[in-house]
């Protein structure tokens, strides 16, 4: 029946919805389309460059000026010549432009010929030059530390790094959780504060340690080293614990009657229940396993447990960046954050709204 | 069939205590009723016997066992919360089940079981919604529907009508007696409404201030309250209670309350001097020539419903004076009328609240 009273909007009519009215714009129109695609531009703009970068070729990036997409040189296959030449917009002494492919280049004086007439060799002034250039993606930015660099090896190590964390984090937070919200026993708020409290406390303080800790228990190079650590996260529990407080009490009550252990209790009425921070959590756990990058670096020294963000790192020597890779890279670790993102998104902004937290 | 046993029974949240020291006998197969005010320890004492709290002292026995340190899912008794505490993920057929499969019961049985009772509660169409999708009374039936699946030694009824509308009310009100009639289990009922538990109960409790005030039949507590207390919760409109002082005490004992005075046998407990407190009950006052009568006063405010009268009326020194009367009068606002209170539904009530007499003769 609603139908027919309300149609709903095409996702167009929405997208250009203005309060003028007869094709005219309000200046409230105005100023919100200006204002939207500054975010828009301030939000992506860095995103789509990153993305358009990943594409181009080492000569590409540091060019200048910059070009906005990446651009190749077209090569030519000329008679005569075994490889393909490059092609190149020369200016010549007469004035004429024409569409020459370079031979060689001796000093500030390029040897070039005609594709179409490969036997009269043509003297050109490189600054008489201009590489002819087409759009052209450099795929092998991403192929090759996929293949060479065993970047697949670190993208399998984050993604099992991400997710038994997460699991683990969920298990072991909702557990404390809880614990510190359905029982009532004295010192409860106490505990809860020291919990709270650990927040205060940098991980680079704690780093040696904890690292030390590690250590004598052999975990070091493993990934477990990763895994359990952090698995404990006092926003977890303190999100969790919160939502757990505000399930009826009643509920656990009637638990109880119906003869369910405590595990059930947790089991099956309080973690259904609490599905809603349990998600939340579980985003915010995938985000950060994901971008986790100095632990990792501490105890993963093995090129074989690398995880991406450490495998990263690796393109960055000393003296050579590979900024290439890295922006490839970079795009490849991206994706699953994006992924999560845009399947998530409802609980995302419900945790943020909830928890303050991001 | 299950015999619950209260003796002594006292609990304190940390400083304060909220029983004092209770002693209450619930027969098997019993329909209990505990009644009192908010806050007068009701909802606490049913969750003694749930084992949902600890007691501070006292025994709790159930069939002549003490469960003082049973918890409350190995005492098998099934409770009705008020707010109804369905699992809001699982669906009533789940809520129904839940209980049973914890106790690890073969398939078979659980899905027969949860049938049955589904039938009788007249669910069976619901089984598969969540309890989001259900109203106030469907849900209350599958809250029932859950503990009588449990086949429990004893059901607690935490006021489990007060969150349904009036008119939905009185149906479960009258549903829950047949249930009783049919499971003819042992039930102990919370509510502060009194026509509950007039209506439901085989035997109430009133409590106040985490004291039995008295325990005994409906009408038992109607007709001989032991206390100010109960006969002012038991009954409405409410008994009024008029303050009085002895003027004359030996053959016979004058009473004068306000402006008005009453004379009635002698009441050996009471001397001049003495304040006492006179209980009549709305329907026990009659309109009556002016020689007869007890008081004289305005009415005040009167509702005729046609087949009953409420009249609320205005006497000097006195609390307005509540009177309920079957059929029509012909009375309206502002007249004067006599009012005569009947002697034998007349009760006397001393200084300290206790009761000296039930009646008195003419």
């Known amino acids: 029946m609603a139908e027919t009273l309300y149609e709903r909007p095409s996702v167009a009519e929405v997208v250009t919805a203005k309060r003028g009215r007869g094709g005219r714009l309000h200046w409230t129109d105005i100023f919100t389309y200006v204002y939207l695609t500054l975010g828009v531009l301030l939000m992506f703009g860095p995103v789509v460059w990153l993305v358009l970068s990943s594409f181009k070729t080492p000569a590409g990036l540091i060019e200048f000026p910059p070009t906005l997409l990446p651009l190749g040189q077209i090569s030519v296959d000329v008679e005569g010549y075994d490889k393909p030449l490059p092609l ?63 970047f697949m090896r670190y993208l399998m190590n984050s993604v099992i790094v991400t997710t038994a964390a997460t699991l683990v984090t969920l298990l072991i937070n909702s557990m404390a959780a809880y614990g510190l919200s359905i029982y009532e026993f004295r010192g409860r708020g106490a505990i809860m504060l020291f919990v709270i409290g650990t927040l205060m406390i940098p991980i680079t303080v704690i780093l040696v340690p904890v690292y030390l800790v590690v250590t004598k228990l052999g975990m070091v190079n493993t990934l477990w080293a990763v895994i359990l650590p952090g698995a404990a996260t006092p926003t977890g529990v303190f999100l969790l614990r919160q939502y757990m407080l505000t399930i009826p009490k009643d509920l656990i009550e009637a638990a109880r009657m119906d003869k369910a252990s405590e595990w059930a209790i947790y089991w099956k009425v309080v973690l259904p229940l609490a599905m809603p921070a349990i998600a939340v959590l579980a985003i915010f756990s995938i985000m950060w396993r994901w971008n986790e990058f100095l632990w990792p670096l501490i105890v993963l020294n093995r090129s074989e447990v690398y995880t991406l963000q450490v495998g990263l790192n690796a393109f960055q020597g000393e003296l050579d960046v590979q900024w290439h890779y890295i922006l490839a890279m970079t795009v490849v670790t991206l994706i699953p954050v994006v992924l999560v993102f845009a399947f998530l998104q409802k609980f995302i902004t419900t945790g943020i709204a909830s928890s303050g937290m991001k | 069939m299950t015999q619950i046993v209260l003796r002594d029974v006292r609990k304190a949240f940390g400083e304060v205590n909220v029983i004092h020291g209770i002693d209450l006998v619930v027969e098997s197969g019993e329909f209990v009723v505990f009644v009192g005010p908010s806050g007068c320890g009701k909802s606490t004492l049913l969750r003694l016997i749930a084992g949902l709290e600890d007691v501070t002292s006292g025994d709790v026995e159930i069939d002549g066992e003490v469960v003082n340190r049973v918890s409350a899912s190995e005492r098998g008794l099934a409770m009705v919360f008020q707010s109804y505490a369905l699992y809001p993920h699982m669906t009533v057929y789940r809520n129904m089940a839940f209980g049973l499969e914890n106790t690890h019961m073969p398939r078979a049985e659980i899905d027969s079981r949860v049938r049955t009772a589904a039938e009788m509660l007249q669910i069976t169409d619901y089984l598969d919604r969540r309890p989001k999708a259900l109203s106030g009374g469907q849900r209350q039936r599958v809250a029932i529907g859950r503990a009588i699946v449990r086949d429990p030694k004893a ?12 008119e939905l009310r009185v149906a479960m009100r009258k549903e829950l007696a047949a249930l009783h009639g049919k499971l003819g289990g042992t039930m102990i009922y919370v509510t502060h409404d009194q026509i509950e538990a007039m209506t439901l109960a085989n035997k109430i409790v009133v409590l106040q201030s985490g004291r039995v005030e008295q325990i005994g039949a409906p009408l038992e507590l109607y007709n001989a309250p032991d206390n100010i207390f109960v006969a002012g919760f038991i009954g409405s409109p409410r008994m009024n209670i008029l303050e009085a002082t002895v003027e004359e005490a030996g053959a016979a004992t004058r009473l004068r309350f306000g402006n008005a005075t009453i004379t009635l046998p002698a009441q050996a407990s009471l001397a001049p001097g003495d304040s006492c407190h006179i209980g009549i009950r709305p329907e026990h006052i009659s309109v009556a020539e002016p020689e007869t009568a007890d008081v004289i006063a305005t009415v005040a405010y009167s509702e005729h419903l046609g087949g009953e009268t409420y009249l609320y009326c205005d006497a000097d020194g006195l609390p307005q004076i509540t009177l309920h009367q079957t059929g029509q009068l012909p009375v309206s606002r502002g007249q004067q009328i006599a009012l005569h209170f009947e002697r034998p539904r007349l009760h006397l009530f001393g200084a300290d609240g206790k009761t000296i007499a039930n009646g008195v003769s003419q």
């Open chain 2, 155 to 166: 059901f607690l009824f935490d006021e489990p009508l007060s969150n349904l509308d009036a």
């Open chain 1, 88 to 150: 190149f917009r020369a200016t010549l002494e007469d004035g004429s432009v024409r569409d020459l492919a370079q031979v060689r280049r001796i000093g500030i004086v390029s040897q070039m010929v005609d594709p179409a007439d490969p036997e009269t060799t043509i003297k050109v002034p490189i600054g008489q030059r201009e590489p002819v250039r087409e759009f052209r993606l450099a795929w092998e930015n991403y192929k090759d530390p996929l293949e060479r660099f065993n």
